[in-house]
């Protein structure tokens, strides 16, 4: 239900007619769940998991674990239950999530575009040790996410984050996800605003309060302030990016709306200018329009894209100023779209002098072992530490100038590499068939091999072609808008059904923003990848040349 507090100060004033059809919309009085994930929301606050894991689960075991619970409301504290190992891609799409369970979890970490101290490094690796088999990988979005979590260990896992500044709360559930921030927001000597204290603010308010903590669906954030656009602003539901008003200076245009998996919609611009002092109201106004208006009926329709698309941006943003707001946000035009990379790989200059480097994993795979090593290094040459980016990449932030290029060596020897083939660079993975329930395909360790080959076959690769590697039509690695994008699904060889990709040309971000195209015949087996894309790269370098011997821009083109 919504907060009484927040109802008191929510002003009347847009008309909107209420819809014929109930799309389960809390502002038109539907407040009766109408499935069973609203029902779950409504019988208790998935914020109140936290104590029952530390008094009760924690101390009794996996098997004590009320189910609603368990498949619930453990979302709101980053945890999932991860798949249990011996189930194929084809016995995934016969078998119920619940058959699907480990008593192992997926714990999610949230960074928030924070800057990763030595310490907090250090503090993430050593979990990952000690508690989660040594994995750890990076996600896109800005997360570490373990695997192998043991109920039984999880307050003292909080319990260690919490010293370090870390989090897990809300990492997962129909809550404020993890925030995207820009890797190098405050040192950039290009940079039009720093917004790292306008997402510390959303966080301090908003992470944990229960006006907040029940969304229709997801509820993902991004901020830059960087010119390059470096969080993916175009698929998140609300994205705050760097802008300059010709009188005011700069601030923030807002955008809403964005979201990919299976009805994939760019966000929309409303073309406005905020300052850094008032994002996390605005903030918290979008976020209460979605937690109202937001359709609840249908999981499939309940993200904030759906009303988007349907009332336009123009009606959202007034419903926005009037009823939450209670004024007019100022109309600035949006900033222009960027061309060329936004990951922040190899050795830039900041703006107080000093270095910052940009190192790739592959695939977003490291290891706890991985990130200690890591924090070795980033106590060993004084640097003031690691921010995450949505491209499963890491920033060392603050390097002296004079220790570059001796540190850039220890870090390629430990496999972190500042100066990555475009392969290595360009290629995402999502979790895939190791760990998610939902996955039919195996991802991390495709991606892995296939950027190896694609080594061997184009070394001298001159243009950065980007392939995203998706377990299932969820697009947690963005699908969409990867010059090659895969899809995990069955396909059919032999007459058999074996694990295979869906295949997407052509999708990008920034100034030529729009999803690739899913051509039918434009499928392949797992085992065939590799030179599926061997063929596809090699038709473009033979046809980028037009006939007057120009070159084409880029490989979305
Ligand atoms: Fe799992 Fe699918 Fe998301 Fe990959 S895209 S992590 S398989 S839900």
């Known amino acids: 239900m919504p907060d009484q507090r927040f109802q008191s100060q929510k002003a009347k004033h847009t008309e909107i007619p209420r819809p014929k059809r109930a799309e ?17 929301k409504k019988d ?18 996996f098997a004590s674990i009320d189910p609603a619970d368990l498949r619930g409301r453990f979302r709101w504290m980053g945890l999932y239950t991860q798949r249990a190992p011996g189930f194929d891609g084809g016995k995934t799409a016969m078998l119920e999530e619940e058959e699907l369970d480990d008593e192992f979890f997926m714990l999610r970490v949230r960074s928030d575009g924070r800057l990763l101290t030595g310490e907090a490094v250090r503090t993430l690796g050593t979990i990952g040790i000690d508690f989660a088999r040594d994995t ?33 709360l809300e990492a997962c ?14 040192v950039a000597a290009d940079e039009i605003i720093d917004g790292t204290s306008a997402l510390e603010e959303i966080f301090d308010r908003f992470i944990g309060d229960p006006d907040f903590s029940n ?42 709306g964005g979201g990919l998996s299976t009805n994939p919609m760019l966000a929309a611009k409303m073309g ?88 790739a994993p592959t695939a977003g795979r490291v290891s706890g072992t991985l990130l200690v090593q890591l924090a070795d290094l980033i106590d060993e040459y004084g640097v003031a530490g690691a921010r995450l980016t949505p491209y499963q990449k890491i920033v060392l932030i603050g390097v002296r100038p004079e220790i570059v290029e001796e540190l850039v060596t220890r870090l390629d020897a430990i496999g972190l590499s500042a100066r990555p083939s475009n392969w290595r660079r360009n290629t995402m993975a999502c979790t895939g068939i190791e760990y ?15 950027v190896g080959e694609l080594e061997q076959r184009f070394p001298e690769l001159d243009v950065p072609i980007t392939v995203n590697v998706n377990g299932c039509p969820n697009a947690c690695a963005r699908t969409q808008v990867a010059d090659i994008g895969l899809k995990g699904q069955l396909v059919m060889h032999d007459g058999q059904q074996v694990e295979g990709f869906q295949v997407h040309l052509g999708g990008a971000t920034g100034l030529q923003a729009n999803f690739g195209r899913k051509l039918r015949a434009h499928k392949v087996t797992s085992a065939g990848l590799d030179d599926y894309v061997t063929a596809v790269v090699t038709n473009y370098l033979v046809d980028r040349v037009d006939a007057e011997g120009a070159e084409v821009e880029s490989f979305a083109t």
């Open 173 to 186: 559930g129909d809550s404020p996800r993890p925030f995207l921030g820009s890797p190098v927001a405050g």
């Open 436 to 450: 998610c329930k939902l996955a039919i395909v195996d991802t991390k360790e495709r991606a892995r091999s296939l």
């Open 272 to 359: 406005v200018w905020i300052p850094l002092d008032e994002v996390a109201d605005a903030w918290a106004a979008v976020a209460s329009v979605f937690r109202d208006y937001g359709y609840r009926r249908l999981r499939s329709r309940a993200r904030l894209k759906f009303l988007v698309a349907d009332w336009g941006i123009e009606k959202f943003r007034e419903v926005v100023e009037k009823e939450y707001l209670g004024r007019e946000l100022v109309s600035c035009e949006s900033p222009a779209s960027p061309v060329g990379h936004r990951d922040h790989i190899g050795v830039h200059d900041q703006k107080d002098g000093l270095k910052y480097v940009g190192i």
């Open 136 to 168: 750890a990988d990076v996600t896109d979005r800005e997360n570490i996410q373990y695997h192998w979590i043991r109920v039984e260990d999880v307050p003292e896992i909080w319990d260690r984050l919490d010293a370090a500044g870390l989090s897990s």
């Open 24 to 40: 389960g919309q809390w502002s038109f009085g539907f407040t009766e769940p109408l499935n069973k994930n609203e029902q779950s």
């Open 44 to 61: 208790d606050d998935p914020l109140n998991v936290r104590a029952r894991i530390i008094n009760i689960y924690s101390k009794r075991g």
């Open 215 to 256: 969304f229709p669906r997801k509820f993902k954030t991004a901020l830059t302030g960087h010119p390059g656009h470096d969080v993916s602003p175009e698929t998140n539901d609300i994205s705050f990016v760097g802008t300059v008003h010709p009188e005011h200076g700069p601030g923030f245009d807002l955008w809403v």
